[in-house]
């Protein structure tokens, strides 16, 4: 059974910085890509950032040049560096981790983080 722990949430200032963590576990062979995901209050979830095996990043328009995701394959983690926080960041953040099984992308999610940014 696959399982994603996530660590690192909390309450910080604007223009604070928070580092989140996830260790997944459970799964055979690795992912194919792990990256964060958040849910704002009233919206829907939304990626925040992702990273391949072959080490290409994907982010959010709105956290670029202040995140950065990285990750370490053999462990199965990856962590969220989250600098000059803004009060609009402030949501549930989840762990994802996708494997394809054939030509099926599976997802495991985290159980969420939360993630608060006071002006």
């Known amino acids: 059974q696959v399982q994603l722990a996530e660590s690192g949430g909390g309450l910080v200032q604007a223009g604070g910085s928070l580092k989140l963590s996830c260790a997944a576990s459970?799964?055979?062979?690795?992912?194919?890509?792990m990256g964060w995901f958040r849910r704002a209050p009233g919206k829907q979830r939304r990626l925040v950032a992702s990273?391949?095996?072959?080490?290409?990043?994907t982010y959010a328009d709105s956290v670029k040049g202040r995140f950065t995701i990285s990750r370490d394959i053999a462990k199965n983690t990856v962590s969220l560096q989250m600098n000059n926080l803004k009060p609009e960041d402030t949501a549930v953040y989840y762990c994802?981790?996708?494997?394809?099984?054939?030509?099926?992308?599976?997802?495991?999610w985290g159980q969420g983080t939360q993630v608060t940014v006071s002006s």
């Open positions: 990273v391949d095996n072959g080490g290409t990043t």
């Open positions: 994802n981790a996708r494997k394809r099984y054939s030509s099926v992308d599976e997802d495991y």
């Open positions: 459970g799964i055979r062979g690795g992912f194919d890509a």
